[in-house]
């Protein structure tokens, strides 16, 4: 797919992972959400599909360890949506004629999976290509053009991306996948996780966790 963009957008080393601090100290959470970033940054570039790689983040102390990786400072007031929506002006001034967007948290995700997404839409003049996450959100959004809808991430917005593209008249296609479907959330889902490959930065994190799990040194707390 020519002219083709990946957005990811990022909330940064210092706020990301939240919902995890029931059992990981802040230093373990800046550790996992980076390790995580930089496992799907190392598959994106692994494709060699991509144009341009854009990490929008609020964090202006990021520092990426890969060449060509561009970091976009997102402007206030940050959100989610706010930032894709950046991401997709800054794309579209740089020629893009499609985008891609991933969430940071899914380390998971392997070459085979972007590969079958672009595939999806690469014979279609107006497309929309989605993967749901486990909770009913979007964990991967192909748009081409960049404009054939508005992304609205968050609850239930795979089904909202859907209602859109339909709504507009963009043909929808959708992607399945245990390993996009798969983030990192909550306390549970670090030991739920076990039976998926991971990158191999968050894979070592995971491993000590569940050790330190096993051994009762942190325990699992949900909010």
Do not use: W
Not at 29 to 39: H, P, T, Y
Not at 70 to 97: D, F, Q, R, W, Y
Not at 136 to 149: D, E, F, Q, R, V
């Amino acid at each position: 797919m020519k002219n083709l963009h990946l957005i990811i957008p990022f909330k940064g080393v210092g706020k990301a992972k939240s919902r995890l601090s029931p059992s990981l100290p802040h230093p373990e959470r800046q550790k996992l959400s980076l390790a995580m970033l930089l496992d799907v940054i190392d598959v994106a570039v692994a494709t060699g599909s991509f144009d341009g790689i854009h990490v929008v983040t609020p964090d202006r102390d990021l520092t990426l360890p890969f060449k060509k990786i561009n970091v976009i400072i997102e402007p206030p007031p940050h959100s989610l949506n706010n930032a894709i929506a950046h991401g997709i002006l800054l794309c579209i001034k740089l020629g893009a004629k499609a985008v891609l967007v991933l969430p940071a948290d899914i380390p998971f995700i392997e070459v085979s999976d972007i590969n079958a997404i672009i595939e999806k839409g690469e014979n279609e003049e107006e497309v929309v290509v989605l993967a749901e996450s486990k909770s009913g959100g979007t964990n991967a959004l192909l748009l081409k053009p960049p404009t054939a809808i508005l992304p609205d991430f968050g609850e239930d917005s795979f089904k909202r991306h859907i209602l859109r593209a339909r709504a507009k008249g963009v043909h929808v296609e959708t992607y399945a996948s245990p390993r996009i479907k798969t983030d990192i959330d909550y306390p549970q889902d670090l030991l739920s996780v076990e039976n998926v490959k991971a990158g191999p930065r968050t894979a070592l994190l995971l491993e000590k966790y569940r050790r330190l799990f096993r051994s009762g040194l942190i325990t699992l707390q949900s909010l």
